[in-house]
């Protein structure tokens, strides 16, 4: 009987498959008879054969259906850093590709999507990690061990597939495996450009409806320092997307995606959906008040982001602006948000959730970040903290403090997920706080580290 059902299934999960992806003995043979060039058909037909799930998925996508094709994105000229023939389809002609697709491709179609995105916080994702030394002493000294034969795995396999880093290209103009393939936010191109379209818009399908979906986010905000997706699956608005979500309508067109396509929203619902007046952006620090993942919450009143400016003109690595968001501060910032908000809620429900969630973040900042920042000050001061702060209890506790549990202990609140605004939270922040004091008092009075 258990072996019925298994094998009923496997036989269902394979009906699934072939129903989301297609047939991809199909596409081998696939040729295109539509309005292209004679470089675009050839590209299409011969990776059809080579590398069919890249041709089904661009078949399937918006692009193939308007006769965009792989030589649209992919060409550029012959004096670009990115340039190649390697492939040999276009070897020996006047064709030049890249292998990378830049933000600065996308742009010729995509303009304003591309411009909002430099002006948030996603943009200083790659750019900052450079510019932090603590970062990069952690990956390669700390993380890395100064270990020559695995150089780079530790940013290679985890940093950079969210945050991004520069690419660098050999001889051949083909990206290094040190810094290729990524799906880093903040990806740092040869051409100058940053930015990683195909994060949320997954490479050469380039769906709407994925961007939608809250695992297009969950890939990267999760885990212990920023939990956002466990949050919203513990928030009343993801007990109704799990129950219900697979059943709505994802494919509306931007600055059309209202309240009754969805019974709740997702994460791009709420910080870039147009709804109602409210336009669509790519911004996405455009509609938050505070700045939850830093050390203390400030006030968003810092404008855009700049660290893409900056690197453009001037060619530096930079930490970006922490209080980036809306252009015309954080009030402009959460009347926004709420507009999202009063879509489906009463303005009471709306005002209240708010004045409570901020209160916690108040709670946060004076009577966790501050006593412990004081402490932590008074101790380096004194010389009472180890030089290697990662073997120092204090310094570890600080950390975790508003790293991980002070992230979820805010988050939480502001996402409407209890369990990590009370015992993966606060609950925690209490317990650190009073083991820090016995740590500093110890040390205060003795004038020593053990």
Request: net charge positive; charged share 25%.
């Amino acid at each position: 009987m258990l072996k019925k059902l298994l094998l009923s299934i496997f036989a269902s999960s394979i009906m699934l498959f072939a129903a989301n992806v297609g047939d991809l003995s199909s596409v081998k043979t696939l040729k295109v008879d539509r309005d292209m060039t004679k470089i675009g058909k050839s590209c299409v037909e011969c990776h059809a054969k080579e590398t069919p799930g890249m041709v089904n998925d661009w078949k399937e996508s918006r692009h193939g259906h308007v006769g965009i094709s792989c030589i649209d994105c992919h060409q550029v000229k012959k004096d670009s850093p990115m340039a190649t023939q390697a492939c040999p389809g276009v070897k020996g002609t006047e064709v030049y590709i890249s292998l990378l697709v830049t933000p600065k491709t996308c742009q010729r179609c995509h303009p304003n999507e591309v411009k909002e995105f430099e002006e948030s916080g996603h943009a200083r994702a790659g750019l900052q990690v450079h510019a932090k030394a603590g970062m990069q002493s952690l990956i390669h000294h700390f993380e890395g061990a100064d270990n020559p034969h695995t150089k780079g795995s530790p940013e290679a396999t985890g940093c950079m597939q969210c945050h991004g880093r520069v690419v660098e290209l050999d001889s051949n103009k083909r990206p290094t495996p040190q810094t290729w393939p990524q799906a880093g936010m903040g990806t740092i191109y040869p051409d100058g450009s940053v930015g990683n379209c195909a994060t949320c818009h997954t490479r050469h399908k380039f769906s709407i409806e994925e961007a939608r979906k809250p695992a297009a986010c969950a890939s990267c905000h999760l885990g212990p320092d920023h939990p956002d997706i466990e949050i919203y699956n513990n928030s009343k608005h993801g007990h109704i997307f799990n129950a219900e979500g697979n059943k709505w309508k994802y494919d509306s067109a931007p600055d059309a995606w209202e309240p009754g396509d969805y019974r709740a929203p997702t994460c791009a619902t709420c910080h870039m959906s147009g709804i109602g007046d409210l336009k669509t952006t790519h911004n996405i620090s455009r509609r938050l008040k505070w700045n939850l993942w830093a050390p203390k919450s400030n006030l968003r009143d810092g404008g855009f982001d700049n660290a893409v400016k900056v690197w453009k003109e001037e060619g530096k690595f930079t930490k970006g602006n922490p209080v980036a968001g809306h252009p015309d501060g954080h009030k402009a910032a959460r009347a926004e948000m709420e507009q999202v908000c009063k879509s489906c809620h009463s303005t009471l429900h709306t005002k209240n959730f708010f004045e409570m969630a901020d209160k916690h973040v108040i709670l946060y900042n004076e009577s966790y970040y501050a006593p412990a920042k004081k402490m932590l000050d008074e101790l380096k001061e004194k010389g009472l903290i180890e030089k290697d702060q990662w073997t120092d209890e204090f310094f570890k506790i600080y950390y975790h403090l508003w790293h991980h549990q002070g992230r979820r202990m805010r988050q939480g609140a502001l996402m409407n997920g209890p369990d990590y605004a009370h015992w993966h939270g606060v609950f925690e922040l209490q317990q650190d706080i009073r083991a820090m004091k016995k740590i500093y008092e110890h040390r205060i009075k003795t004038g020593k580290i053990d």
